[in-house]
């Protein structure tokens, strides 16, 4: 065997060598042999220490970087903003330093750990991506083709006739305060004290952002003061604000107490001024009617006006001008972070593949089409393209409505529900404000290790009332607390699962009609809402039940009937816990199915009318009828002709006793089922 660096000698034999005089000896071969490896191990000892100082300077760069990325991290989604002048990397040390330690840092290591590894395993899904389709071959290529036609087909949407404004009002929780109070002029000061709502630009030059703990603040700028928030005031406040921009688009869409979206379009044709001269009045009125100043971007969409409006902060506006070069240019540089749906994730993904500005995007077009599935909406960043439609929020989007409170660490039972009363109580103004009644109830919890969770409860019946939703939210904490000790620092109670009062309403109230009929007496006028709501729910539900045991054929193995589950629900008093899958098959008829048969029934009819949801049969009514006299039409059927109701009647007769169903199918009980049950079955006038 021969080694490199050494002498070609076998170690089993003994070399003979001749001296200068001629005589001989005899020398071991591992006589001289240690200088050999001395000079050889000297020379692998070095690259072994080399190799291990250069590992070491990668695991220390690497460290560094992960350090890097925590810190910004802990620096928080608001960085960014304006008025933040003092160098961000040593606001990042400070921040991380301040809460190093604490409990909030480790759950955000630990967050940014876990962000880590699912970076590491998208990036080593592109890279085996990348081994397989190299730059210039054949498959690059046609990617790159599809890549423009992407391009193309997205430029072909691009709109750029309507006028879209961003109002973002500037410092607006602490310009109410300064209007309040004027020595906080020129001050470093910020609103709240565990969480900062908003501060001051003096303090935004120390550092300090919207959303940052008091200690931190505190941190970077000693002499900060902090101000108690007021919510009820900003939202006067803001309420004022809108009324002002309201006027220049009665369809304005409003995002947040302090900020909007308008499309001026037909304010500036109507009045034949540019933007910039509409959005300077529009300014100049919220001035006048608050005392507050706001800032505004103005482009041909959404997505530009609100990077625009952050160009001029505070009490400005920046125009982008509505052509495609002018608005690619001022999309090339700018930091994807800037960009609105874009988070830490997405951008430290995107910063993996080298995209730190929307200008990139291009230059790794190939890439974001080969790693996602949905490329198009990178693409669409780059061109600067974004909604051009303007309007409210719809009330039917809206899913539900909660508060939560934030406190001291505790896990005293007492204030514990002390505090989750506060909110319930909260919650039941909201939804009376808003006109909603709610099915499902959440408790939110964080712990004191930042732990965010939920437990919910959806319900047979509706709920509004701050008692039942604290209630049940107190039963659910109980039982948590059960499982495990808990200490938390943030409590909070939502109602989802909404139904619309408002929309009830409008629709021609149906079911107030039916609440008139003649079996309404029966409830005197002196009974409370509460309870009347609750007589409704129960009729309700024992109608739906009559129904199916009127069509079930039912045999001992199939488990309790209907009417027994129905029997355990009011002894017990108990909210039923629906899964919806298992009601379509185990309690209710399939609505779907039942109703879409019923109204191609109904195309065939040319007179007015419409099937009765009980037996079926064919209720007539004028053509013109209005909702209300339809609904009296039907409501005398329910109680004078239902043919199912008369036969479970007969039925109860023939068994030598009273039908279990004759009491469900009373009037009183029929007038009062549901609009969203009855209004399926009526024929709407043409043009109606």
């Not at 330093?97 to 880590?116: C, D, H, N, Q």
């Not at 391009?151 to 602490?174: K, N, P, Q």
């Not at 947040?256 to 044709?269: M, Q, V, W």
């Not at 593949?353 to 599935?373: Q, S």
């Given at each position: 065997?021969?080694?490199?660096?050494?002498?070609?000698?076998?170690?089993?034999?003994?070399?003979?060598?001749?001296?200068?005089?001629?005589?001989?000896?005899?020398?071991?071969?591992?006589?001289?042999?240690?200088?050999?490896?001395?000079?050889?191990?000297?020379?692998?000892?070095?690259?072994?220490?080399?190799?291990?100082?250069?590992?070491?300077?990668?695991?220390?760069?690497?460290?560094?970087?992960?350090?890097?990325?925590?810190?910004?991290?802990?620096?928080?989604?608001?960085?960014?903003?304006?008025?933040?002048?003092?160098?961000?990397?040593?606001?990042?040390?400070?921040?991380?330093?301040?809460?190093?330690?604490s409990r909030f840092f480790l759950k955000e290591k630990e967050t940014s750990e876990r962000i880590e590894r699912q970076i590491e395993s998208m990036l080593a899904d592109k890279d085996d991506i990348m081994s397989r389709v190299l730059p210039d071959s054949v498959e690059?290529?046609?990617?790159?083709?599809?890549?423009?036609?992407?391009?193309?087909?997205?430029?072909?949407?691009?709109?750029?006739?309507?006028?879209?404004?961003?109002?973002?009002?500037?410092?607006?929780?602490?310009?109410?305060?300064?209007?309040?109070?004027?020595?906080?002029?020129?001050?470093?000061?910020?609103?709240?004290?565990?969480?900062?709502?908003?501060?001051?630009?003096?303090?935004?030059?120390?550092?300090?952002?919207?959303?940052?703990?008091?200690?931190?603040?505190?941190?970077?700028?000693?002499?900060?003061?902090?101000?108690?928030?007021?919510?009820?005031?900003?939202?006067?406040?803001?309420?004022?604000?809108?009324?002002?921009?309201?006027?220049?688009?009665?369809?304005?869409?409003?995002?947040?107490?302090?900020?909007?979206?308008?499309?001026?379009?037909?304010?500036?044709?109507?009045?034949?001024?540019?933007?910039?001269?509409?959005?300077?009045?529009?300014?100049?009125?919220?001035?006048?009617?608050?005392?507050?100043?706001?800032?505004?971007?103005?482009?041909?969409?959404?997505?530009?006006?609100?990077?625009?409006?952050?160009?001029?902060?505070?009490?400005?506006?920046?125009?982008?001008?509505?052509?495609?070069?002018?608005?690619?240019?001022?999309?090339?540089?700018?930091?994807?972070?800037?960009?609105?749906?874009?988070?830490?994730?997405?951008?430290?993904?995107?910063?993996?593949?080298?995209?730190?500005?929307?200008?990139?995007?291009?230059?790794?077009?190939?890439?974001?089409?080969?790693?996602?599935?949905?490329?198009?909406?990178?693409?669409?960043?780059?061109?600067?393209?974004?909604?051009?439609?303007?309007?409210?929020?719809?009330?039917?989007?809206?899913?539900?409505?909660?508060?939560?409170?934030?406190?001291?660490?505790?896990?005293?039972?007492?204030?514990?529900?002390?505090?989750?009363?506060?909110?319930?109580?909260?919650?039941?103004?909201?939804?009376?404000?808003?006109?909603?009644?709610?099915?499902?109830?959440?408790?939110?919890?964080?712990?004191?290790?930042?732990?965010?969770?939920?437990?919910?409860?959806?319900?047979?019946?509706?709920?509004?009332?701050?008692?039942?939703?604290?209630?049940?939210?107190?039963?659910?904490?109980?039982?948590?607390?059960?499982?495990?000790?808990?200490?938390?620092?943030?409590?909070?109670?939502?109602?989802?699962?909404?139904?619309?009062?408002?929309?009830?309403?409008?629709?021609?109230?149906?079911?107030?009609?039916?609440?008139?009929?003649?079996?309404?007496?029966?409830?005197?006028?002196?009974?409370?809402?509460?309870?009347?709501?609750?007589?409704?729910?129960?009729?309700?539900?024992?109608?739906?039940?009559?129904?199916?045991?009127?069509?079930?054929?039912?045999?001992?193995?199939?488990?309790?009937?209907?009417?027994e589950r129905l029997v355990r629900e009011i002894k017990t008093d108990r909210p039923v816990i629906r899964n919806m899958r298992d009601e379509r098959h185990d309690l209710l008829v399939d609505d779907s199915n039942s109703m879409r048969s019923d109204l191609v029934k109904?195309?065939?009819?040319?007179?007015?009318?419409?099937n009765c949801p009980i037996c079926g049969k064919w209720v007539h009514w004028p053509m013109q009828a209005t909702e209300s006299q339809a609904a009296l039409a039907l409501d005398e059927h329910l109680s004078e002709d239902c043919q199912t109701g008369a036969n479970a009647?007969?039925?109860?007769?023939?068994?030598?006793?009273?039908?279990?169903?004759?009491?469900?199918?009373?009037?009183?009980?029929?007038?009062?089922?549901?609009?969203?049950?009855?209004?399926?079955?009526?024929?709407?006038?043409?043009?109606?």
């Amino acid at each position: 065997m021969t080694f490199p660096g050494r002498h070609n000698i076998s170690p089993k034999k003994k070399i003979s060598s001749s001296t200068g005089n001629g005589n001989s000896h005899v020398r071991s071969p591992l006589k001289g042999k240690g200088k050999d490896r001395a000079e050889d191990g000297g020379t692998s000892e070095a690259q072994k220490a080399g190799k291990k100082a250069q590992g070491s300077n990668e695991r220390k760069m690497q460290d560094e970087e992960a350090l890097a990325r925590l810190r910004k991290r802990m620096a928080g989604p608001s960085s960014g903003k304006a008025g933040l002048a003092k160098d961000q990397d040593e606001i990042n040390k400070i921040i991380y330093e301040a809460s190093k330690g604490s409990r909030f840092f480790l759950k955000e290591k630990e967050t940014s750990e876990r962000i880590e590894r699912q970076i590491e395993s998208m990036l080593a899904d592109k890279d085996d991506i990348m081994s397989r389709v190299l730059p210039d071959s054949v498959e690059w290529r046609n990617q790159e083709k599809k890549v423009d036609v992407m391009i193309r087909d997205l430029e072909a949407t691009r709109d750029l006739s309507r006028v879209v404004v961003h109002a973002d009002m500037d410092f607006f929780y602490g310009a109410c305060e300064l209007k309040r109070d004027p020595s906080l002029t020129g001050k470093c000061f910020g609103v709240g004290h565990g969480v900062l709502v908003t501060c001051s630009y003096e303090a935004r030059a120390f550092g300090v952002r919207s959303g940052m703990a008091g200690h931190i603040a505190k941190a970077l700028c000693p002499h900060i003061i902090l101000v108690d928030n007021d919510m009820k005031h900003y939202i006067e406040t803001s309420e004022k604000v809108m009324a002002v921009m309201h006027e220049y688009d009665p369809t304005m869409a409003q995002a947040s107490l302090d900020e909007a979206y308008l499309d001026i379009t037909e304010y500036c044709e109507s009045n034949r001024v540019d933007a910039d001269e509409a959005v300077a009045r529009l300014r100049e009125d919220v001035k006048q009617a608050t005392g507050l100043t706001v800032s505004c971007g103005i482009a041909a969409n959404c997505r530009l006006a609100k990077i625009a409006s952050d160009k001029n902060k505070p009490n400005g506006q920046y125009l982008v001008p509505a052509n495609a070069t002018d608005i690619m240019h001022f999309m090339h540089d700018l930091p994807v972070r800037k960009v609105s749906g874009i988070g830490r994730v997405t951008e430290r993904y995107l910063e993996a593949l080298g995209i730190d500005t929307c200008g990139d995007i291009w230059e790794k077009r190939v890439v974001l089409a080969l790693t996602l599935r949905h490329p198009e909406s990178f693409l669409a960043i780059y061109l600067g393209l974004g909604k051009t439609h303007v309007a409210p929020t719809e009330r039917g989007w809206r899913r539900s409505v909660g508060r939560e409170h934030t406190f001291t660490p505790t896990s005293n039972l007492e204030e514990l529900l002390s505090e989750l009363r506060r909110c319930a109580d909260k919650v039941e103004s909201d939804l009376e404000e808003e006109s909603y009644h709610a099915q499902k109830v959440t408790l939110t919890c964080k712990t004191s290790s930042y732990t965010r969770f939920t437990r919910d409860l959806t319900l047979g019946h509706r709920v509004w009332k701050a008692d039942d939703l604290f209630r049940i939210t107190k039963e659910l904490l109980l039982a948590e607390l059960k499982e495990r000790k808990l200490t938390l620092r943030l409590i909070g109670v939502r109602a989802g699962t909404l139904i619309d009062l408002r929309k009830s309403q409008a629709a021609g109230s149906i079911e107030n009609a039916f609440k008139r009929a003649k079996a309404a007496p029966s409830y005197s006028t002196a009974e409370s809402h509460a309870e009347q709501e609750r007589l409704i729910e129960d009729e309700e539900r024992q109608l739906r039940l009559a129904i199916e045991a009127s069509l079930q054929d039912r045999s001992p193995e199939d488990g309790p009937s209907v009417e027994e589950r129905l029997v355990r629900e009011i002894k017990t008093d108990r909210p039923v816990i629906r899964n919806m899958r298992d009601e379509r098959h185990d309690l209710l008829v399939d609505d779907s199915n039942s109703m879409r048969s019923d109204l191609v029934k109904l195309e065939e009819h040319e007179e007015g009318g419409g099937n009765c949801p009980i037996c079926g049969k064919w209720v007539h009514w004028p053509m013109q009828a209005t909702e209300s006299q339809a609904a009296l039409a039907l409501d005398e059927h329910l109680s004078e002709d239902c043919q199912t109701g008369a036969n479970a009647e007969a039925s109860g007769r023939d068994n030598g006793g009273t039908s279990r169903l004759a009491p469900i199918f009373d009037p009183r009980y029929a007038a009062r089922k549901k609009k969203r049950r009855i209004d399926s079955y009526f024929i709407k006038p043409a043009g109606s």
